[in-house]
């Protein structure tokens, strides 16, 4: 009888672990699934064409991913664009609104989200190199509320995964994208490759992990162009969803006069 209780106990203890660990396991995939597909979409909308001009989407499409953006970033696009481009003019310069070169990449990595607020929230910098990015009405109705995005996100993962998880699984995503974020301004211009002559760095297992940013040097070097990777072999996301959309018909890539020579 004891033995028998004892099993089922065991048993019982052992089925409540597991589905804790699910319960707990499930949300986190969850959420770095949304880091993914959102650092796509960032890495495709907001850098390469927003912030480069190098491809263009179409509207409706473009739509549906400022959509997701809103949702899972809140990030103003005209604010990114303008701190971005700050960045390339400046880079590794005092100016620049991040650079490891300044103040350490420790200190890039651990606060970039910070670095990139203070930038955003000059109103100089973002009239300065933001100024053919003006809010359209969807802007001043939707994707300028962020913190809207982001709660009604969290709201429809809660409805989906449960009370906590939805939070959770939220949670761990803003937690992996300000990371990854981090990362290619910290790491991306400090450990890694350099085949052109600038400060950025290439590095396989960061454009795994960031849809191609990790092609920082190859990005510094030509930033017009839509593609970051340089082989077949290299991981470069967003290029291959720009791919897919030119041939569906929903993005137009911008040529270059003279060919790109991806050392
Ligand atoms: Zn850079
Ligand atoms: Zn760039």
Redesign the pocket.
């Known amino acids: 009888m004891g033995v028998a209780f004892g099993l089922f106990l065991g048993h019982a203890v052992w089925v409540f672990r597991s589905r804790t660990a699910v319960q707990i396991f499930l949300p986190l995939l969850v959420g770095f699934t949304v880091t993914q597909v959102s650092t796509l979409t960032t890495s495709a909308y907001l850098h390469r064409s927003l912030a480069h001009k190098a491809v263009t989407f179409r509207p409706g499409f473009a739509f549906f991913l400022r959509f997701f953006l809103w949702l899972t970033t809140g990030v103003k696009a005209r604010e990114w664009a303008a701190v971005h481009r700050k ?2 003019v400046y ?1 590794d310069a005092a100016e620049d609104p991040h650079s490891p070169a300044q103040v350490g990449w420790i200190r890039v990595q651990l606060t970039n989200f910070w670095m990139y607020r203070r930038a955003a929230n000059d109103p100089i910098t973002v009239e300065k190199w933001g100024k053919d990015l003006a809010p359209d009405r969807w802007d001043r109705l939707m994707f300028d509320r962020g913190p809207l995005g982001l709660l009604i996100a969290t709201a429809l993962l809660s409805l989906w995964l449960g009370w906590w998880q939805g939070p959770l699984a939220f949670g761990f995503h803003v937690l992996s994208y300000v990371t990854l974020s981090g990362a ?2 910290a790491v ?2 400090t450990f890694g490759r350099r085949p052109y002559q600038n ?2 760095t290439n590095l396989h297992w960061l454009a795994g992990l960031t849809s191609g940013e990790g092609y ?1 040097n190859n ?2 070097e030509l930033p017009t162009s839509a593609r970051f990777g340089s082989k077949w072999f290299d991981l470069d996301a967003a290029w291959w969803l720009v791919k897919l959309a030119e041939r569906c018909g929903l993005a137009h890539i911008r040529e270059f006069k003279n060919k790109p020579s991806l050392a």
């Open positions: 960045h390339h880079t290619i301004n991306g211009h400060s950025a920082h990005h510094h």
